[in-house]
């Protein structure tokens, strides 16, 4: 394993630190317990929290900021935060609205978020999120997993949640975006646990993981490797599937996005990204919005997600309206 | 060798139409020759117009836009662009105020640029970038080599054209940030290029390559892997060594880059920038500006570089201004 590391049980609360210290005027950091916060906390409005296991970066906390995330729990790596987090999160933001929780379908992660909603002085709602279409029930998971999609889900509820919304709107939103967003996985490396100091799975140089996990679960099947268009043919297959069998139809126009898990270039992403508008619209899908990067990582593996989520009149605002975070920005 | 391609020899073209695709509210690309420009011409400017090898993505067409650069030229994967794509691209955006090439220190660079100049029917002018303190004289290389300080060279230029500066005077910031820049990178891994088909250089798993170039070109030294405070402050004391070999005092404010190269995750980023701002806040530099992610690239090598630019009151009005590129996005 190489790594650009000091001690592992060191890893989490230098890597935060440089964060907060690179992007001060937008987040600040708690430690014991640790969460981040916008460095403005917003007045009047329902606070937007998530967190989850690190190594997905920037996932969460590189989404705090106004329009999106009002703060986010950090866990050791691949492991879920603890309720003291988000109880103390939710302490320091919280705006005389409510709080609403996003939260990637990981048993961990529920119960944590669970216990945390238990011993909360607050009214509160949880987001679930669970746009993985590759399988249902999963090494981690009880149901579909949470994966890419979170990121569309968190964008439009910090934005609805800026417009003074309360608390059940905002739920609903992201209930709704996440019903209408579906993703799938490709592996074409393991990734590389610190703590654990080897690749969390074996993959040969001619195989590839369709629908890995963003742990490095195992997906639906190990395949052969194949070119870039045959892969991207089977997912945006899968992907189209989901939406058929969930009854939307899919003739419209939706939001593409194509997430690198952290060690593929952003070159091979525009080629997917290419390769999937093109056979996205022989299903009468016309890609209006994109969003092409590393935007929920597996650490170091090589792969990349497809995300797809049809649009309607009220995400196509929520998701064009402003946004001022260390990750996404625009508008202001 | 696994990467998202289809036939090797359609890799830039795709990728390209692709990015052009998911950015053209942004940049719109023409083909034969190849280059990108911003969709909506600008008027009454100096025109900035970088380019090099594909590869290092998102540089250059991840930085057309306000702001920034007017069109960029890509080249094979670690290949020049031909004169007739700067030709072609400055007809294209030419605004009356002239044309300024922005061009990384590598010789087959330099070589056509100066030819597309000679043919060029316009006002013109150069600025060429070589931070990589880490060598002079390299692989493809005669001098310093133009690394990932050429995006705070192109950002700052950028800004200044934008206000309706003079073609002298664009000029002229740019060889000042080009000098108070300096970089030097570091390689886990090999990249390889897909038409070669495997790994550009060796390397164990107990060694790392201490400055190494955005090509794979050898750096310093083959050095033993170690932790990341132990190779940061290797990399802080070159480029301090090299603003005080230029004579230039280094108690002062900078800007910290902390770049992937491709495979290193976020989190390893800001763990060097941890490391880095602490480092050189004992050398009496105080880091007043970031950035952290990948910005210049080696396709899909695992390192990093950190690059530091000193600052003074016209580069950080220049930093700081508003930019709109898919790339580099902040202030409108």
New interface residues.
């Given amino acids: 394993m190489?790594?650009?590391?000091?001690q592992i049980e060191n890893?989490l609360t230098?890597?935060?630190?440089?964060?907060a210290?690179?992007?001060r005027d937008l987040v600040t950091l708690q430690l014991d317990p640790t969460y981040l916060t916008r460095s403005q906390k917003a007045q009047n409005k329902v606070v937007i929290i998530s967190g989850g296991g690190?190594?997905h970066?920037?996932l969460h906390a590189?989404y705090i900021g106004f329009g999106m995330l009002d703060a986010a729990c950090p866990g050791q790596?691949f492991t879920s935060p603890t309720p003291d987090q988000m109880l103390a999160a939710a302490e320091a933001v919280h705006a005389d609205k409510g709080v609403l929780f996003i939260v990637k379908n990981y048993a961990g992660d529920v119960m944590n978020f669970e216990m945390a909603t238990e011993m909360l002085p607050f009214e509160h709602a949880t987001v679930l999120t669970s746009d993985d279409c590759a399988v249902v029930n999963s090494t981690y998971t009880t149901g579909r997993r949470g994966v890419a999609g979170t990121v569309i889900v968190e964008k439009c509820v910090g934005s609805l949640a800026e417009t003074g919304a309360d608390l059940a709107t905002c739920k609903a939103l992201g209930d709704k975006v996440n019903a209408r967003t579906s993703s799938i996985g490709v592996a074409?490396?393991s990734c590389t646990v610190p703590a654990a100091g080897r690749a969390t799975f074996d993959i040969a140089?001619t195989e590839?993981e369709m629908g890995v996990g963003i742990h490095g679960e195992p997906g639906r099947k190990r395949e052969q490797?194949r070119?870039?268009?045959a892969?991207?043919h089977d997912c945006v297959q899968a992907i189209v599937t989901d939406f058929q069998s969930k009854g939307l139809p899919t003739n419209q126009e939706a939001l593409?996005l194509?997430n690198g898990f952290?060690?593929?270039?952003?070159?091979?992403?525009?080629?997917?990204?290419?390769?999937a508008?093109k056979l996205l619209a022989g299903h009468g899908i016309c890609?209006t919005r994109?969003?092409?990067g590393?935007y929920t990582?597996a650490?170091?593996m090589?792969g990349?997600s497809i995300t797809l989520c049809l649009l309607d009149d009220e995400i196509k605002q929520h998701w064009d309206s402003p946004v001022h975070t260390p990750a996404l920005?625009?508008g202001?």
């Fill in positions: 190489k790594k650009f590391i000091n890893v230098e890597s935060l630190s440089g964060f210290s690179a992007h690190s190594g970066e920037p590189g790596v074409l490396t140089e590839l490797m070119k870039a268009d892969i991207v593409l194509i952290g060690a593929t270039p952003l070159m091979e992403l525009y080629l997917i990204y290419h390769s508008a890609v994109s969003l092409v590393n990582t650490l170091d090589a990349a920005r625009w202001r």
